[in-house]
């Protein structure tokens, strides 16, 4: 009996990480679909906003109260474009963590998916370095899509965070001042299968991109491969 409970147990410490690992897998996956239909809609994320981006988080499946009344946890993953100057390809996904989303009315109480843009160096390595708190370590404003973005030019091109979400099939620029923005370590050991920051897998470019980053990356290297930032 003692031999059995101690084979259940060694193979329940082995099928853990596995499952953690697949779970990180497909949230992965999520990310790239959402984004995909994102960029597909009609009125969707200006296209010279995504060339000018150095970065870009994906939350899929956001839901209200999921860390508490009046708040949400949202995980995701970031990817940022290589190089010291962030004009290289895409780089490997790092997992990402949204917190104190809350977003009430705006909103409902539907599942929500949001996409970040993060517009210069500054926003980028606040981001990648450290926690931070939107509209407080880092300017953020609720992205303009459309013909409104050209209206508010000066407005985006002040922010370091441009923010977005998908509701109920409704697609539009959304505040999200006061969230935090956090590199999720546990997810990342998951995934990659070791302690990794979310700034080492996205800066040194010898993280591959898992089979699961894919979707992400080709889709993001395909629609905008070349940042058009003035340097």
């Known amino acids: 009996m003692r031999t059995f409970v101690a084979i259940i147990a060694i193979v329940a410490l ?3 990480p596995l499952h953690a690992q697949e779970k990180e897998r497909d949230r992965l996956g999520d990310c ?4 995909e239909e ?15 981006a150095e970065c870009v988080v994906v939350f ?31 780089s490997a996904p790092a997992m990402f963590a949204l917190e104190g989303v809350n977003f009430g ?9 949001f996409v970040l843009l993060v ?3 500054k926003g980028a390595e606040s981001v990648l370095h450290s926690k931070v708190k939107l509209g407080g370590d ?23 965070i441009l923010s977005y979400s998908r509701s109920r099939g409704l697609f539009a620029g959304v505040s999200l001042e006061g969230s935090t923005l956090r590199s999720d370590g546990g ?45």
């Open 32 to 35: 790239g679909t959402v984004l």
């Open 60 to 90: 899929p499946g956001v839901k209200k109260g999921a860390m508490g009344i009046g708040g949400s946890y949202g995980r995701g993953a970031i990817t940022c474009r290589t190089g010291k100057t962030f004009a290289g390809p895409w």
């Open 14 to 16: 082995l099928t853990l």
């Open 119 to 121: 517009m210069n160096p």
């Open 187 to 231: 997810a990342n050991k998951n995934l990659y299968g070791r302690q990794l920051s979310a700034e080492q897998i996205v800066r040194n470019g010898a993280v591959k991109t898992p089979a699961s980053g894919q979707k992400l990356i080709s889709l993001l290297n395909m629609k905008s491969s070349r940042n058009l930032s003035a340097k």
């Open 138 to 160: 880092a300017s953020a404003t609720a992205g303009p899509k459309g013909r409104a973005a050209a209206a508010d030019t000066d407005i985006v091109m002040k922010a370091e």
């Open 38 to 52: 994102i960029l597909h809609m009609p009125d969707s994320i200006p296209q010279w906003l995504l060339d000018r």
């Open 105 to 113: 009315f705006q909103l409902g109480g539907e599942a929500t998916d």
